[in-house]
């Protein structure tokens, strides 16, 4: 299951890393470059220069080698997971009774929003694939920051599309309800910045009429019982998201801003279609019931 650590912003190891093994390859590469450039138009006409051009490609490529080899070495010892993982885990994030659709990928070729290690793919989900040096690389607290937005225990930042703000599309409505129930209340709380739109809401602001505050709840699942249950969490940042590839067992992350409550309704897809209660609100046929059986603990 996940675990409730302090979460500080730190410099990311393996971005550090990753990035000192592509300066040597970019920096090996013109090198190599410069050497066979020379050894082609000097080579024959002064065979002297052929051992020190040699010498110098050979210690070019394994010095490139070794700083890549060591960089990869030192990341998976210092790793608290023992090496490289393939965890997720599902999210939500609904607004004054609205689930708020994350900003997709921005440009031609990219696939995900995030760093390549820790990422999302317009599919509410987090990917964490990759080296997490610590739990805090692991943490909902970090996927928010690389994605563009924060969350506190009372301060939720959140990136939207210029033009789609709701996940209320033909087809992503689920188990939960309609995605735009008041998206009037909304307003107050984006704004255009350079990047594009943003949300941004603080405990004690109002959704239409009543206070509200940012909650966040999880659901962990036990896979022994095939039960889950929620919890709402103190200190959201800190959470550290369980080491399962599947969800579920993966988590489902409910992050909510509303007026104060112990529990939330709202349920993550995945978690909603595989429950024996909730499926058929979840859209499950029924031939395909099968899928339908965990349930929730309360």
Not at 58 to 79: K, W
Not at 106 to 130: C, M, P, V, W, Y
Request: charged fraction near 25%; proline fraction near 4%; charge should be negative.
């Amino acid at each position: 299951m996940g675990t409730v650590l302090s979460y500080v912003a730190t410099d990311d190891l393996e971005a550090s890393i990753n990035a000192l093994s592509i300066n040597a390859v970019t920096i090996g590469a013109v090198v190599l470059l410069i050497l066979v450039g020379l050894a082609l138009a000097y080579s024959k006409r002064k065979p002297k220069i052929k051992l020190p051009l040699f010498l110098g490609i050979l210690v070019t490529v394994l010095s490139t080698t070794t700083i890549i080899s060591a960089g990869t070495v030192y990341l998976n010892v210092n790793s608290f997971a023992g090496g490289p993982v393939h965890w997720h885990a599902d999210f939500e994030v609904w607004a004054c009774g609205n689930e708020l659709e994350l900003r997709e990928p921005q440009g031609f070729l990219s696939n995900k929003i995030g760093t390549a290690t820790l990422h999302e793919h317009n599919d509410k989900r987090i990917h964490l694939e990759g080296v997490p040096v610590t739990p805090k690389d692991a943490s909902l607290g970090k996927f928010m920051t690389v994605v563009g937005g924060q969350i506190s225990k009372d301060t939720l930042v959140f990136p939207l599309n210029d033009n789609k703000l709701l996940e209320n599309a033909h087809g992503e409505e689920d188990g939960d309800g309609s995605g735009a129930q008041a998206p009037e209340d909304l307003a107050p709380f984006i704004r255009t910045e350079a990047d594009g739109k943003v949300a941004k809401f603080v405990s004690g602001q109002n959704c239409g009429s009543d206070k509200a505050e940012v909650q966040v709840f999880v659901y962990n699942f036990d896979k022994n019982t095939k039960t889950y249950k929620q919890t709402k969490l103190t200190d959201p940042a800190s959470y550290t998201i369980s080491h399962y590839s599947d969800v579920p067992p993966g988590d489902c992350v409910i992050m909510e801003f509303a007026p104060r409550k112990d529990r939330t309704e709202k349920l993550c897809r995945q978690y909603g279609i595989r429950d024996k209660d909730k499926c058929e609100r979840f859209g499950v046929e029924a031939t395909k019931r099968s899928i339908c059986e965990d349930t929730e603990v309360r």
